[in-house]
């Protein structure tokens, strides 16, 4: 009777753990889908060094053109970002392709902040 009754908690004490564990996987989770689509990287950076103020072009394009676009960017930044950056002050400062990438690198940094 005691045998029997060892056995039994034996084998319940050694399914206990089993069971608790779940399942375990050596490779880390996949990011989702959105998050791994190909980002240009050239476009990116350039945006990147635009708004941190480090590529400018002497001449740059039509200030007039560039505001309404540039107003636009600076409402998607968020409240702490758009603090500390004025966007709208880069009218007339750089090219069209600078702008480009300009908003290209708001939508990719920026993005999920809203």
Known sequence: ???AS???CAALL???PALAS???SNRPPRPPAAASAKMDQEKYTLGQKVYEGSAMTAGGGDAAAQT???TALQ???PADAAKMKNLVALAGKISATQLDALEY???QRFGMKK
Do not use: T
Request: a positive charge.
């Open 22 to 24: 779940g399942s375990y």
């Open 14 to 16: 050694a399914a206990a």
């Open 68 to 70: 309404p676009r540039l």
């Open 105 to 107: 690198f708001v939508a």
């Open 6 to 8: 060892f056995l039994v």
């Open 75 to 77: 409402a998607k930044l």
């Open 1 to 3: 009777m005691i045998k």
